[in-house]
C-alpha cells in the first residue's frame, strides 16, 4: 500500500482521503516507527 503512495505529498493525502494533515502524518510517523522496529529485530 505505502509503494502506492510514496510519491504524493501529505496535501495530496489529505485530498485523496479526506483526512486531516494531523491524521495523514500520524499514520506516517506510525509508519516509520513500525519499520525501524521491523528492521532491528534480528
Known amino acids: 500500500m505505502f509503494e502506492n503512495l510514496q510519491?504524493?505529498?501529505v496535501d495530496e493525502?489529505?485530498?485523496g482521503f479526506g483526512a486531516t494533515r494531523e491524521q495523514v502524518q500520524?499514520?506516517?510517523q506510525l509508519a516509520?516507527?513500525?519499520?525501524?522496529?521491523a528492521a532491528s529485530r534480528p
Open 7 to 9: 510519491d504524493m505529498s
Open 13 to 15: 493525502l489529505v485530498e
Open 32 to 37: 516509520a516507527h513500525s519499520a525501524e522496529a
Open 26 to 28: 500520524a499514520v506516517l
